[in-house]
């Protein structure tokens, strides 16, 4: 069975700094791309970033671009997100979400964690 | 980017019925990269339908996915008990990918 289970998430100030993790289980973890997709307060749905299999190649959504980086441990089983200076418009529910495919820049995603929520606030 | 508009924001209906939910894009989506999913308060979203038509694993025959270009459509065709929920379509035609705004469905 497919699990993945998000931690990290919490109340942070404008412009401060978050790490998130994924550990991913019932897989084999290096041969998928992971992402994070994220929730807003309102219920959209936003796409953050994706990470190929090998963890070779990255992508980001332009709002997150030159602040967010994504990487994995695959000794972990782990995809992490480190979040950096942080606005009001990055609080959501941030989701790790496996897609099907070894490298995408744009995928759909077969299983998804049950989220951790980021506060950004001052 | 692709914008996707779902219609009806919300639908009120009762279990048994038939119900057809739409997602319209902006533009043609390639090779009918859309997928469907289901979300239920408080949980993650689940994958319903990718390719358009394709169910993924594990998901109830009521559900099928159509269309093309820039329309498409998901149906239940027996509304159960959990069918109640927010449904979010999703295209991965073209970059970046992005999500229409939801349709939620709830018992009347």
């Known amino acids: 069975e497919v699990q993945l289970l998000e931690s990290g998430g919490g109340l942070v100030q404008p412009g401060g700094s978050l790490r998130l993790s994924c550990v991913a289980s019932?897989?084999?973890?290096?041969?998928?791309?992971m992402s994070w997709v994220r929730q807003f307060p309102g219920r959209g749905l936003e796409w953050v970033s994706v990470i190929s299999g090998s963890g070779g190649s990255t992508y980001y959504a332009d709002s997150v671009k030159g602040r967010f980086t994504i990487s994995r441990d695959p000794s972990k089983n782990t995809l992490s997100l480190q979040m950096n200076s942080l606005r009001a418009e990055d609080t959501a529910v941030y989701y790790c979400?496996?897609?099907?495919?070894?490298?995408?820049?744009?995928?759909?995603?077969?299983?998804w964690g049950q989220g951790t929520l980021v506060t950004v606030s001052s | 980017e692709i914008v996707l508009t779902q219609s009806p924001g919300t639908l009120s209906l009762s279990p048994g019925e038939r119900v057809t939910l739409s997602c319209r894009a902006s533009q043609s989506i390639s090779s009918s990269h859309l997928a469907w999913y289901q979300q239920h308060p408080a949980q993650a979203p689940r994958l319903l339908i990718y390719?358009?038509?394709s169910r993924a694993t594990g998901i109830p025959d009521r559900f099928s996915g159509s269309g093309s270009g820039t329309d498409f459509t998901l149906t239940i065709s027996r509304l159960e008990p959990e069918d109640f929920a927010v449904y979010y379509c999703q295209q991965y035609g073209s970059s970046p990918l992005t999500f229409g705004g939801g349709t939620t469905v709830e018992i009347k």
């Open positions: 979400a496996k897609t099907p495919f070894t490298m995408t820049m744009q995928p759909y995603f077969d299983y």
């Open positions: 019932g897989f084999t973890f290096s041969t998928y791309a």
């Open positions: 390719g358009a038509s």
